[in-house]
């Protein structure tokens, strides 16, 4: 007797059905409109997880098989409870973090970079550019670094692009040091220090980090290695932008405690 696929419960054909749904839709979004972007990957990814979880629903009407459905099942629910407790947690962190702390006045600050729009600074970046103002204005002996490499098919470097924001808006350019070499945050911290050490003629001990709110916790621990003492300043994102990023965090901070 030849084994048939069927749903005898409604939950696994209702779970496939919006997954294969999910992953289509995004599918044909990223094609169409977004391109294949994290946030299009991300939701085909979790639509493909509800499809597969809704099959192990089904019977096929072959002992061993059905059993091998319901293992399945078992190990896609730990997977997914593993998952939810893990993001709570590290949301947690995130949001906590989302703060600024800036409670002792540093000699420099660094604005992480965060794209540009052809020679201009993204709507991002520039809240971070606003941000690190602010603390220029009230701290007249502090300086800025701003880092940011160049990125592809790019003719001018985040840094001077930075640069040039901070110029004209009245910052001095005697307080802007450019760190355009860096491509990553660690870079953006490492190169930074470099940069500061050759200007000192000795190692800093305190540094300023200027980013998003949704960036700040991962940034600051980054810095961790590079600096003994870190405070963070944090650039307030649109909520609907937050949520998108904090959700990209989640697999940033997992892949920073994996491999550092």
């Known amino acids: 007797m030849r084994a048939q696929l069927q749903f005898k419960k409604k939950i696994g054909k209702f779970l496939f059905g919006v997954g294969i749904t999910c992953a289509l839709s995004s599918l044909l979004s990223a094609l169409a409109i977004f391109g294949l972007t994290f946030g299009t990957i991300f939701i085909m990814a979790v639509g493909i997880f509800i499809a597969f979880f809704g099959l192990t629903y089904a019977k096929v009407n072959d002992a061993k098989f059905d059993r091998l459905l319901l293992l399945s099942r078992l190990f896609l629910l730990s997977i997914l409870l593993l998952g939810m407790i893990s993001f709570a947690w590290i949301e947690i962190l995130v949001f906590q973090a989302a703060k600024s702390n800036c409670v002792v006045n540093a000699k420099y600050a660094v604005v992480l970079g965060a794209g540009l729009r052809g020679d201009q600074p993204s709507r991002t970046l520039q809240t971070r550019l606003d941000k690190g103002i602010e603390y220029l204005r009230e701290n007249s002996e502090a300086k800025i670094v701003t880092a940011g490499g160049l990125g592809p098919a790019a003719s001018l470097s985040e840094a001077e692009a930075m640069k040039r924001y901070l110029t004209a808006r009245g910052i001095d350019e005697k307080r802007i040091l450019k760190e355009d070499k860096s491509r990553t945050t660690d870079e953006n911290l490492k190169?930074?220090?470099?940069?500061?050490?050759?200007?000192?003629?000795?190692?800093?001990?305190?540094?300023?980090?200027?980013?998003?709110?949704?960036?700040?916790?991962?940034?600051?621990?980054?810095?961790?290695?590079?600096?003994?003492q870190v405070q963070g300043l944090a650039a307030e994102s649109p909520p609907l932008l937050k949520i998108n990023y904090a959700i990209r965090e989640y697999f940033a901070v997992i892949k920073f405690w994996l491999l550092g």
């Open 191 to 228: 190169f930074t220090k470099e940069l500061i050490a050759a200007r000192e003629g000795v190692p800093v001990q305190s540094i300023i980090v200027i980013t998003s709110d949704y960036h700040l916790y991962r940034a600051k621990q980054i810095a961790g290695k590079y600096y003994p």
